[in-house]
T-cell receptor
């Protein structure tokens, strides 16, 4: 069964304290792995897509990496405005379009 | 999120009542999706539509019906609401490289 597991469920950091979020996945064939950010009361906001093991993408203080079994979202010197829930999702090769399998998310809190 | 509009934003229903959640896009994409989000469960796909006039079941379709009457609009109907359908509902479109989500409808069934 295809599934996505994110850890930890919640992460509290001090401003400037770098850390990583983990997304482990099991899928019969990976078309793409997606990271989204979700603020309270809002819809998920797209961050990155990774397609193959070894791929990396960066945006400001965020860097996403991908292996054959997991993805990491590295947060360097976070700021309070980085506080949000981060969602990981996979798209299987047998799925068309936006059919995604989501993890349960990691709630990140960055304190000043 | 600009481009995908969901109505209403909030709704409280009594058990057994019916309602339709509306989703409209102005981005001219073919595929549209309905997800529900529950604490600790992540987002789960209810139904999707690959193009106008076609719909297919997702992971959790029971208790729901959908309608895709034109390219812009994809509605989700609860015929007889149950407390288990209390959730936040998101409509999404496929932009080709990623899914783009609306702001959500928070539904409570009492």
């Amino acid at each position: 069964e295809d599934q996505v597991t994110q850890s930890p469920e919640a992460l509290r950091l001090q401003e400037g304290e770098s850390s990583s979020l983990n997304c482990s996945y099991t899928v019969s064939g990976l078309r793409g792995l997606f990271w989204y950010r979700q603020d309270p009361g809002k819809g998920p906001e797209f961050l990155f897509t990774l397609y193959s093991a070894g791929e990396e993408k960066e945006k400001e203080r965020l860097k996403a990496t991908l292996t054959k079994k997991e993805s990491f979202l590295h947060i360097t010197a976070p700021k309070p405005e980085d506080s949000a829930t981060y969602l990981c999702a996979v798209q299987a090769t047998y799925n068309q379009g936006g059919k995604l399998i989501f993890g349960q998310g990691t709630e990140l809190s960055v304190k000043p | 999120n600009a481009g995908v509009t969901q109505t209403p934003k909030f709704q409280v229903l009594k058990t057994g009542q019916s309602m339709t959640l509306q989703c409209a896009q102005d981005m001219n994409h073919n595929s549209m999706y309905w997800y529900r989000q529950d604490p600790g469960m992540g987002l789960r796909l209810i139904y999707y539509s690959a193009s106008e006039g076609t719909t297919d079941k997702g992971e959790v379709p029971n208790g729901y019906n959908v309608s895709r009457l034109n390219k812009r609009e994809f509605s989700l109907r609860l015929e007889s609401a149950a407390p288990s359908q209390t959730s936040v509902y998101f409509c999404a479109i496929d932009r080709g490289t990623e899914a783009f989500f609306g702001q959500g409808t928070r539904l409570t069934v009492v």
